[in-house]
Every structure is written in C-alpha cells, then in structure tokens.
C-alpha cells in the first residue's frame, strides 16, 4: 500500500469542517478563519474582514503549499 499525505490530510481536515483553523500560507505569515470545505487537493477557508470593511470571504488553500493546518476551535 503507497500512503499518500495530500490524501490522508484531506480526510483527516474533513473532520474539522466548521470550525476555526490557522494556515500557515507563508513563513511567518499566518491566516486564520473557519474550515467550510475539503477537497481531495485544497481546502477553503472563509476568512473575516477587518471591522467595516465588507462580508468575509471565501479563501481556497492547495494543500500543497501550505506549512501546517492548526486547528483552534
């Protein structure tokens, strides 16, 4: 049997749906917002605004090129 890591981090993030992650996208540079959805490939994340600054938003991850998905909530 190959173990595949993209694969089994997708199902393992299925199990976090709805609640608040961090990504780490960058060295250094994180994002923070709730798990909505979970691919074989990529996840998405709504993110929320600054205070006044619109509805929040819907941001999608390559698995990829993230360094780690922590889950806060």
């Known amino acids: 049997m190959v173990w595949n890591y993209w694969t089994d981090m997708d ?15 960058s060295e250094g540079e994180t994002v923070q917002g709730q798990l909505v959805g979970v691919s074989e ?4 994340i709504q993110t929320a605004p600054p205070p006044g600054y619109g509805s929040p938003n ?3 991850y390559v698995m ?4 780690y998905v922590r889950v806060l909530g």
């Not at 393992?12 to 990504?23: E, K």
């Not at 490939?41 to 998405?44: D, E, K, L, S, V």
């Not at 990829?64 to 360094?67: F, L, V």
Request: aromatic letters at 8%.
């Open 64 to 67: 990829q090129n993230i360094g």
């Open 41 to 44: 490939a990529a996840f998405t």
């Open 58 to 60: 819907l941001v999608t």
């Open 11 to 25: 199902n393992r993030l299925r199990q976090f749906v709805g609640r608040t992650v961090q990504v780490a996208v």
